[in-house]
């Protein structure tokens, strides 16, 4: 059975920082695209990021763009999201989702697999 576990969640400052995990079992994730999408209070989730199964793409919405990298290490079948300069507008619920042979894509029904989410909260 295929899991994603996300992880790195949690309280922090505005202007902190979080590094988020999302690390896969049941499978070998080496030909997938990884995205992380979050998702607020009363609002549609939204796409942050994603990488290509082969790692050499990567796209960025434009509110994290110069803040947020995403990276992948295959052989921890792993996707991480480093997030800096964070601000209250950030605070969300962060999912990981992997969809085989990916490009990266905004699409959410594009994926195949999903984490069941971390909490990430910004104060100000």
């Known amino acids: 059975q295929v899991q994603l576990v996300e992880s790195g969640g949690g309280w922090v400052q505005a202007g902190g920082s979080l590094r988020l995990s999302c690390a896969a079992s049941g499978r070998t994730f080496s030909s997938v695209a990884w995205a992380w999408f979050r998702q607020a209070p009363g609002k549609e989730r939204e796409f942050v990021t994603a990488?290509?199964?082969?790692?050499?793409?990567?796209y960025y919405a434009d509110f994290v763009k110069g803040r947020f990298t995403i990276s992948r290490d295959n052989a921890k079948n792993t996707v991480y999201l480093q997030m800096n300069s964070l601000t209250p507008e950030d605070t969300a619920v962060y999912y990981c989702a992997a969809e085989h042979w990916g490009e990266g894509t905004r699409d959410r029904a594009r994926y195949d697999y999903w984490g069941q989410g971390t909490q990430v909260t910004v104060s100000s």
């Open positions: 990488i290509s199964w082969s790692g050499r793409s990567t």
